[in-house]
């Protein structure tokens, strides 16, 4: 069974820079986009990127200047840089497989407070 | 960008009841549409993909259906775990690949 594992610093100060990894585990790393989604709280989700095994990435317009999404083949890695936070990034971030989501990772609440 | 939208937002419901969720995409998206089932606290579930194809597991009394624009979530007789927020989600056009607001089942 395919499982994804995500880590990372849940609260960061304005300005700081936010910093996630997930970690596959039980199925094929190659051959599938490994993307990233967020979900402000109470309300719906964000698409931010994605990321294939050769290090293609595509972004969401409104947040690619911020964004960095890289992998490490040889670990079944792939991860998350936000710059300059702000309250506005406030959320849980998911990362997942494929473009038709199926498996998820449990999600990590990140709070962007002073 | 494209821009899904999702009616009703929220729709309260008794268990049997036959429940539609409708997402429209302001362009044409062919059948590049998903449908995810949240509950409070979790990721979402993918249900739906492809626009009518049933995921792994998901039970046969979720059904999908639409193309180009305009496409439908049927819940053919709700059940207890069947309460829950439903997003669409296209991949026809990126990026971004854009989310619906969400719908609400809840208990009427």
């Known amino acids: 069974q395919v499982q994804l594992q995500q880590w990372g610093a849940g609260l960061l100060k304005p300005s700081e820079t936010l910093s996630l990894t997930c970690a596959v585990s039980?199925?094929?790393?190659?051959?599938?986009?490994w993307s990233w989604i967020r979900q402000p709280p109470g309300k719906g989700l964000e698409w931010i990127g994605e990321?294939?095994?050769?290090?293609?990435?595509n972004y969401s317009p409104s947040l690619k200047s911020r964004v960095t999404i890289s992998v490490d083949t040889s670990n079944y890695q792939f991860s998350l840089k936000m710059t300059s936070v702000s309250a506005a990034d406030t959320g849980v971030y998911y990362c997942a497989r494929g473009r038709y989501f199926e498996f998820w990772g449990q999600g990590s609440l990140v709070t962007v407070s002073s | 960008d494209i821009q899904m939208t999702q009616s009703p937002s929220s729709v309260s419901a008794s268990v049997g009841d036959r429940v539609t969720i409708t997402c429209r995409a302001s362009?044409?998206?062919?059948?590049?549409l998903a449908w995810y089932q949240q509950k409070p606290g979790k990721a979402p579930k993918l249900l739906i993909y492809y626009a009518s194809g049933l995921n792994t597991g998901v039970p046969s009394r979720f059904s999908g259906s639409g193309s180009g624009t305009h496409f439908t979530l049927t819940i053919s007789s709700l059940q207890p775990e069947d309460f829950a927020t439903y997003y669409c989600?296209?991949?026809?056009?990126?990026?971004?690949?854009?989310f619906g607001p969400g719908t609400k089942v809840d208990v009427k």
């Open positions: 989600h296209q991949t026809g056009a990126f990026p971004p690949f854009s």
């Open positions: 039980g199925g094929s790393f190659s051959g599938y986009y």
């Open positions: 990321i294939i095994q050769s290090g293609s990435t």
């Open positions: 362009q044409d998206i062919g059948t590049w």
